[in-house]
């Protein structure tokens, strides 16, 4: 487990521009590189971000630190544990967490079964950075206002 935190560094203005600050995000993606890339992005806007290689242990960071979360972005395809699993055990388990998939493999039938697996959203790589912040904040806000994600 790493937890990367943003250093809240201002724009050029001199104002914060950090659209995901004091959100909690889980990053459960097993390639070096795009975790790397997606968590520089969230941390890059103001997120603090853990990250997990494969879902296996990312059920169990869920499951240790009920409620530490605000939302997970996880990879579809990983070792041990894949994302659509690792969606179902998370829901079949009580947890509410807003869950959004990345895969750069995705058809009809793996969009149904994720959605149906409790996948809030599915984002299509490569995710660009506007995107993937703009879906963890929608995510965050519904959750936070109790709509459904």
Known sequence: MYILKSD?????EGSDVSPLQSLNILLVEDCFDQRRLYARILVSAGATVQLECNGQSALEMIERRHGAHDVVV???????????????????????????????YL????????MESGCDLILEKPVKP???ISAVLDAAAKRRSGQPS
Do not use: K, N, S, Y
């Open 130 to 132: 506007a995107r993937l």
């Open 8 to 12: 809240q560094a201002p724009d050029r």
């Open 107 to 114: 058809d009809a039938e793996l969009r149904q079964e994720w």
């Open 74 to 104: 996880c990879d579809f395809q990983m070792p041990i544990v894949d994302g659509v699993e690792m969606t179902r055990l998370v829901r079949e388990r009580g947890h509410d967490l807003p869950i959004l998939g990345l895969t750069a």
